[in-house]
């Protein structure tokens, strides 16, 4: 199937150069870029991103606590069906089915994508990512443009049970400490696939799980620099096997 009329990648942008830093959105640009289908990003700062979202149609990506929606990028528009969807995986599979790649190349093999949902749930999970947050949500608070960051942190206050930036971001000795905790959580991820050969996930074939791998991989790299203790230290993670992702993964990182 054609498009020929691009698709709407709704975002938040940065004072990056290319605006892109989000691991979430990041994941569906990856397939996008890689799908070969044709979009353009439109870009919303975070207290536009519920009103965005309301005027396409697109559903709440979840619910708050208190019962209220709560809107979120990435979410996508798609001009040639008038479809509108919200939530990384749920976009995935609407291209998966809308707009499917031929087998050999399609981002989700048959029968994997309940082990990539599976997958990718166990990443999210306190023992494997929530470490990195306190540093990347305090890293990403400096990149975003200033009318995002108090909407920004207060979307992110129940992550910490409702404390302050200043009161969860690690800090002097507690610091190296807390950051080996981030290793750690990478170190789970690789050994859910240590014995596969290749780059990627499945060894030599790229599926949609890898995109969320390299998001968060990007992530530290963008917020923190290149030339940070931190990314310098990822690099030697797992054999430097994240930096390796990443590089692999760079020809499917165009900002449209």
């Known amino acids: 199937m054609t498009t020929p009329v691009e698709i709407h990648l709704y975002d ?32 919303v700062e975070y207290p536009e991103i519920a009103p965005a979202c309301i005027k396409i149609g697109a559903p709440p990506s979840r619910m708050n606590p208190d019962g209220s929606p709560y809107y979120s990028v990435p979410t996508i528009y798609d001009p040639n069906t008038g479809k509108a969807i ?23 093999p048959a029968g994997t994508w309940p082990l990539q949902l599976a997958f990718i749930h166990a990443i999210f999970t306190p023992s494997v990512i929530l470490p990195l947050l306190p540093f990347a949500i305090t890293r990403s608070t400096m990149i975003l443009n200033e009318v995002s960051v108090p909407h920004f942190l207060e979307a992110r206050k129940p992550l910490f049970g409702g404390r302050s930036l200043a009161e969860v971001e690690p800090k002097g ?27 990627f996930l499945m060894g030599d074939r790229v599926i949609y799980v890898d995109f969320v791998v390299a998001g968060l991989v990007r992530w530290i790299r963008l917020i923190f620099g ?25 020809q499917y990182t165009t900002v449209v």
């Open 12 to 43: 938040a942008p940065s004072k990056l150069s290319d605006k892109a830093w989000s691991p979430n959105p990041w994941k569906i640009r990856y397939a996008l870029n890689y799908m070969k289908i044709p979009y353009r990003t439109i870009w």
């Open 86 to 108: 919200s939530d990384s995986e749920k976009i995935m599979e609407y291209l998966e089915s809308t707009y499917p790649s031929p087998p050999e190349r399609s981002l989700v």
């Open 173 to 199: 000795e507690s610091r190296a400490t807390e950051w080996k905790k981030v290793e750690e959580g990478f170190g789970i991820i690789n050994s859910w696939t240590a014995e596969q050969k290749g780059t």
């Open 226 to 250: 290149e030339d940070s203790e931190e990314w310098r230290s990822v690099k030697t993670w797992h054999g430097g096997r994240w930096e390796r992702l990443v590089n692999e993964l760079e």
